[in-house]
């Protein structure tokens, strides 16, 4: 397809920008490996398998510990880097399954992550110890490199890329593995077209069928609706993490893309009110903007996703239809929540359900509670005629922005739009 041929000169680096990041690299390396003992740093992530996208600044490196010597010391690698790249003053230690670190160097970000040097998954002490035998793996397929480069492009563009926990979309090597499983980007994307709620993919043909997938893998891993075993670890699912929300989202970008291929299926548009906007169409929409606090992006992401949440959990329990949904960040300051709503306001008044006449011991206490209300039967049963708060969803969100605790600790600041 000439279409994607035009897409992959823009995202695919030239030579120039990889010699660059290759020269920063082994700078890099060069500069840490005279630290190291019993260590050795070398380039990972989509560095190492030639996935990486056109103005990434971003380098894995694994610092790989020698497995006989460390792996009764797997919980302390992180403490024995961190001394180690105090000579050379890291940035920043960021909390992950193992602790890794942030290290500047001009324009490139470096990744630093401490690993045991293993051959077989059975060996590893931490999920990040498997990091290299994914490198390997991919590598073996690296006829396919700028196909994975389409997908990962088509993913950040329909907003279902990255792993992180307030994301819940694509990891970059579930998005090399999907490519590979289906040799080609067109291929997956056809394919995905078509996933039906539950998808079960098995690369490497470990399983004779679904059935022996779901009897060796752990149950906990099978409640997403894509399971994908590993190449490299028949246990695992890749995709475990993988929200129904992105699964759904992935599926129908790929439908749209299918029958109607366009250069801007692979652009990243930001969100914008008018977005929000154009979904709520003839329905109320309310929007809010949240000043996210500082901190590590996954942590500060978490907490945003969890105020927009709360918000229309709240929205539902004040008895407001809640029609649809949906946020962005700019994983900078700002986030936008939107929410779609009835048009019509609630009635003035709720029937509060009371107890049964016979159930005797219950009604002077619901009485005492509704003392100010209206109290009916109805059915053999005590009804409270309760007046609403809030009839209108705007002064219901005004008032909860301002004094829910919940939320107030997950923004810095938030407000009505």
């Not at 088509?154 to 499983?181: D, N, Q």
């Not at 993919?201 to 075993?229: R, T």
Request: proline residues 4%.
């Amino acid at each position: 397809m000439e279409l994607l041929k035009e897409v992959l000169k823009d995202i695919k680096p030239s030579a120039q920008e990889e010699k660059k990041v290759m020269s920063a690299v082994d700078g890099f390396l060069k500069k840490l490996n005279p630290k190291l003992k019993d260590a050795k740093a070398i380039l990972g992530g989509s560095g190492a398998k030639a996935t990486w996208l056109h103005g990434s600044h971003d380098v894995d490196v694994y610092v790989v510990f020698d497995y006989e010597k460390y792996k009764d010391l797997s919980s302390k690698l992180s403490d024995l880097l961190e001394k180690i790249l105090k000579k050379i003053a890291y940035t920043e230690r960021l909390h992950g399954s193992r602790d890794y670190f942030q290290m500047k160097q001009g324009k490139y970000l470096f990744e630093i992550i401490p690993i045991l040097k293993i051959s077989n998954p059975r060996q590893a002490r931490n999920i990040t110890d498997i990091s290299p035998l994914h490198v390997q793996w991919v590598k073996k397929h690296k006829k396919f490199a700028d196909q994975i480069r389409l997908t990962k492009q088509f993913m950040k563009a329909s907003y279902t890329y990255g792993a992180e926990s307030y994301i819940r979309g694509f990891s970059g090597y579930e998005a090399e593995v999907l490519t590979i499983h289906y040799k080609g980007f067109l291929d997956f994307i056809r394919a995905a077209s078509k996933w039906k709620e539950k998808t079960m993919l098995d690369p490497e043909h470990y399983y004779k069928d679904e059935k022996q997938i779901q009897k060796n893998l752990n149950i906990s891993k099978l409640v997403a609706p894509l399971v994908v075993v590993d190449p490299v670890d028949k246990d695992r699912n890749i995709a475990a993490a993988l929200s129904p929300e992105k699964y759904s989202q992935f599926i129908r970008a790929c439908k749209l893309f299918i029958s109607n291929p366009t250069k801007e299926a692979f652009q990243i548009k930001e969100v914008t009110i008018e977005d929000f906007k154009k979904k709520a169409k003839n329905h109320k929409l309310i929007l809010l903007e949240a000043a996210s606090l500082k901190g590590k992006e996954d942590v500060v992401g978490c907490k945003l996703l969890k105020a927009y949440n709360h918000i229309a959990k709240q929205l539902e329990k004040a008895d407001f239809k809640l029609l649809g949904k949906g946020w962005t960040w700019d994983k900078k300051q700002k986030a936008l929540f939107g929410y779609i709503l009835d048009k019509e306001p609630l009635e003035p008044y709720k029937k509060w359900i009371g107890p049964p006449l016979h159930e005797k011991e219950h009604i002077a206490p619901f009485k005492k509670a509704h003392k100010r209300d209206k109290i009916i039967e109805q059915n053999k049963r005590l009804y409270a005629i309760v007046k609403r708060k809030h009839i209108k969803p705007e002064s219901f969100i005004k008032e909860l922005t301002h004094t829910d605790k919940y939320v107030k600790e997950r923004v810095k600041e938030i407000k009505l739009l």
